[in-house]
């Protein structure tokens, strides 16, 4: 289930015109991906009532889990 959210909620950063928005701020999509998944988001809610762990979550999309 970690790695299926993780795969869904990887590209959760892309905004419309992402690579422009990118170039603009300096701030890579990934970076956006990790505020969602462990910010204040509604996303961070709906892992928690899951029964997951959003910093697990962010840990697979950064290829750092010890978990998989």
Do not use: C
């Amino acid at each position: 289930m970690l790695a299926l959210t993780a795969a869904l909620l990887h590209d959760i950063g892309h905004g419309p015109l992402s690579r422009a928005l990118e170039k603009a701020t300096g701030i890579r999509h990934g970076k956006w991906t990790m505020a969602i998944v462990e910010g204040d988001a509604e996303v961070n809610k709906i892992l928690r009532d899951h029964g997951m762990e959003p910093r697990e979550v962010v840990e697979v999309i950064q290829r750092i889990s010890q978990r998989l």
